[in-house]
Protein backbone atom coordinates (compact mmCIF):
# COMPACT_ATOMS: atom_id res chain seq x y z
CA UNK A 1 0.00 0.00 0.00
CA UNK A 2 1.44 3.44 -0.97
CA UNK A 3 0.75 6.12 1.25
CA UNK A 4 0.69 9.90 -0.56
CA UNK A 5 3.42 12.22 0.97
CA UNK A 6 1.50 14.99 0.44
CA UNK A 7 -0.86 13.78 2.95
CA UNK A 8 -0.29 14.01 6.52
CA UNK A 9 -1.11 10.62 8.72
CA UNK A 10 -1.93 10.79 12.34
CA UNK A 11 0.96 9.48 14.26
CA UNK A 12 0.32 6.12 16.23
CA UNK A 13 -1.31 6.20 19.81
CA UNK A 14 1.39 7.47 22.70
CA UNK A 15 3.44 4.58 24.61
CA UNK A 16 2.20 4.08 28.16
CA UNK A 17 4.50 5.99 29.97
CA UNK A 18 6.84 4.06 33.03
CA UNK A 19 6.68 3.71 36.15
CA UNK A 20 3.75 4.54 38.55
CA UNK A 21 0.63 6.01 37.10
CA UNK A 22 0.43 9.45 37.44
CA UNK A 23 -0.60 12.59 35.23
CA UNK A 24 1.97 12.53 32.19
CA UNK A 25 1.21 14.52 28.98
CA UNK A 26 2.64 13.11 25.59
CA UNK A 27 3.33 15.23 22.99
CA UNK A 28 4.33 13.95 19.44
CA UNK A 29 7.00 14.99 17.47
CA UNK A 30 6.58 15.02 14.46
CA UNK A 31 10.20 15.68 13.08
CA UNK A 32 11.64 12.45 14.68
CA UNK A 33 7.76 10.80 14.87
CA UNK A 34 7.97 9.89 18.69
CA UNK A 35 6.31 10.83 21.82
CA UNK A 36 8.02 12.49 24.74
CA UNK A 37 6.14 13.00 28.16
CA UNK A 38 6.31 17.20 27.93
CA UNK A 39 4.59 17.50 31.81
CA UNK A 40 4.05 14.99 34.40
CA UNK A 41 2.66 15.44 38.14
CA UNK A 42 0.68 13.70 40.71
CA UNK A 43 -2.17 16.03 40.12
CA UNK A 44 -4.50 16.49 37.14
CA UNK A 45 -4.45 20.45 37.20
CA UNK A 46 -1.17 21.35 36.97
CA UNK A 47 -0.77 18.20 33.51
CA UNK A 48 -3.57 19.76 32.24
CA UNK A 49 -2.54 23.67 32.47
CA UNK A 50 0.75 22.85 31.09
CA UNK A 51 -1.24 21.01 28.02
CA UNK A 52 -3.02 24.69 27.39
CA UNK A 53 -0.24 26.68 27.72
CA UNK A 54 1.87 24.07 25.49
CA UNK A 55 -1.11 23.65 22.63
CA UNK A 56 -1.30 27.92 22.52
CA UNK A 57 2.64 27.67 21.66
CA UNK A 58 3.18 25.64 19.41
CA UNK A 59 -0.48 26.21 17.58
CA UNK A 60 1.29 30.04 17.42
CA UNK A 61 4.29 28.86 15.64
CA UNK A 62 1.81 27.51 13.02
CA UNK A 63 2.27 23.86 14.08
CA UNK A 64 -0.27 20.71 14.67
CA UNK A 65 -0.40 19.89 18.20
CA UNK A 66 -1.15 15.79 19.05
CA UNK A 67 -0.99 15.06 22.67
CA UNK A 68 -2.31 12.14 24.85
CA UNK A 69 -3.08 12.52 28.23
CA UNK A 70 -2.18 9.21 30.73
CA UNK A 71 -3.53 8.81 34.41
CA UNK A 72 -4.26 6.85 37.00
CA UNK A 73 -7.56 5.00 37.07
CA UNK A 74 -8.21 2.32 40.36
CA UNK A 75 -4.34 2.22 40.39
CA UNK A 76 -3.66 1.63 37.09
CA UNK A 77 -2.78 3.52 33.53
CA UNK A 78 -5.51 5.43 31.58
CA UNK A 79 -5.09 7.47 28.38
CA UNK A 80 -8.17 10.27 28.60
CA UNK A 81 -8.93 12.33 25.58
CA UNK A 82 -7.32 15.81 26.77
CA UNK A 83 -9.94 17.76 25.17
CA UNK A 84 -12.30 16.27 27.01
CA UNK A 85 -10.88 16.39 30.88
CA UNK A 86 -11.97 18.50 33.59
CA UNK A 87 -8.54 21.17 34.48
CA UNK A 88 -8.12 24.52 34.92
CA UNK A 89 -5.80 25.45 32.56
CA UNK A 90 -5.17 29.33 32.67
CA UNK A 91 -3.96 30.48 29.62
CA UNK A 92 -1.41 33.35 29.12
CA UNK A 93 -3.12 36.43 29.40
CA UNK A 94 -3.13 38.54 25.72
CA UNK A 95 -3.53 42.28 26.37
CA UNK A 96 -6.68 43.64 25.09
CA UNK A 97 -5.12 46.93 23.99
CA UNK A 98 -4.76 50.31 25.16
CA UNK A 99 -7.51 52.04 26.18
CA UNK A 100 -8.92 54.96 23.47
CA UNK A 101 -7.51 58.34 24.89
CA UNK A 102 -10.00 60.48 25.88
CA UNK A 103 -7.23 63.27 26.96
CA UNK A 104 -7.80 62.21 30.96
CA UNK A 105 -5.41 59.83 31.23
CA UNK A 106 -3.15 59.67 34.27
CA UNK A 107 0.63 58.32 34.19
CA UNK A 108 0.31 55.16 35.23
CA UNK A 109 -3.31 54.83 34.42
CA UNK A 110 -3.00 52.99 31.24
CA UNK A 111 -0.88 50.06 32.87
CA UNK A 112 -3.29 49.93 35.31
CA UNK A 113 -5.45 49.67 33.09
CA UNK A 114 -3.63 46.80 30.83
CA UNK A 115 -2.74 44.98 33.77
CA UNK A 116 -6.53 44.52 34.70
CA UNK A 117 -7.59 43.70 31.58
CA UNK A 118 -4.92 41.01 31.69
CA UNK A 119 -6.23 40.00 34.45
CA UNK A 120 -9.82 39.39 33.32
CA UNK A 121 -8.70 38.12 30.62
CA UNK A 122 -7.20 34.97 32.93
CA UNK A 123 -9.86 34.86 34.75
CA UNK A 124 -11.84 33.97 32.05
CA UNK A 125 -9.67 32.00 30.25
CA UNK A 126 -9.07 29.80 33.69
CA UNK A 127 -12.78 29.02 34.01
CA UNK A 128 -13.12 27.92 30.06
CA UNK A 129 -10.61 25.50 30.99
CA UNK A 130 -12.04 24.70 34.20
CA UNK A 131 -14.59 23.41 31.82
CA UNK A 132 -12.73 21.62 29.69
CA UNK A 133 -12.41 24.49 27.06
CA UNK A 134 -8.44 25.11 26.82
CA UNK A 135 -7.38 24.79 23.18
CA UNK A 136 -10.18 27.66 21.44
CA UNK A 137 -10.80 28.75 17.76
CA UNK A 138 -9.80 32.46 16.66
CA UNK A 139 -13.91 33.30 17.19
CA UNK A 140 -13.66 31.93 20.62
CA UNK A 141 -10.44 34.37 21.26
CA UNK A 142 -12.86 37.08 19.89
CA UNK A 143 -15.67 36.35 22.05
CA UNK A 144 -13.20 36.54 25.27
CA UNK A 145 -11.98 39.68 24.19
CA UNK A 146 -14.99 40.91 24.17
CA UNK A 147 -15.81 40.15 27.63
CA UNK A 148 -12.79 41.11 28.90
CA UNK A 149 -13.52 44.25 27.54
CA UNK A 150 -17.01 44.83 28.37
CA UNK A 151 -17.86 43.17 31.38
CA UNK A 152 -16.20 44.01 35.42
CA UNK A 153 -13.86 41.79 36.99
CA UNK A 154 -16.56 40.65 39.52
CA UNK A 155 -19.19 39.64 37.04
CA UNK A 156 -16.29 37.39 34.96
CA UNK A 157 -15.19 36.14 38.50
CA UNK A 158 -19.53 34.48 38.07
CA UNK A 159 -18.24 33.23 34.89
CA UNK A 160 -15.61 31.65 35.79
CA UNK A 161 -16.78 29.89 39.01
CA UNK A 162 -19.86 28.79 36.68
CA UNK A 163 -17.78 27.51 34.19
CA UNK A 164 -15.56 25.82 36.76
CA UNK A 165 -18.79 24.09 38.32
CA UNK A 166 -20.03 23.12 34.66
CA UNK A 167 -16.68 21.08 34.07
CA UNK A 168 -16.41 19.30 37.92
CA UNK A 169 -16.23 15.97 38.05
CA UNK A 170 -19.40 14.37 40.00
CA UNK A 171 -19.15 13.17 43.14
Do not use: C, N
Amino acid sequence: MQTDPDRPTRPSRSPRPPGEPRWVAMFHDPASDSWRPAAQSPDRTPVLYAIGEMTQAVRARGDEVTVDLWGPRDGAWERFDPSTAVAPAASAPQAAGPPPDDGTARPGHARHTERMADRRHQVLMAGLSKAGLFDLAPDDEAAVRTLVDRVDEATLRRVAHWLARSGAPVE
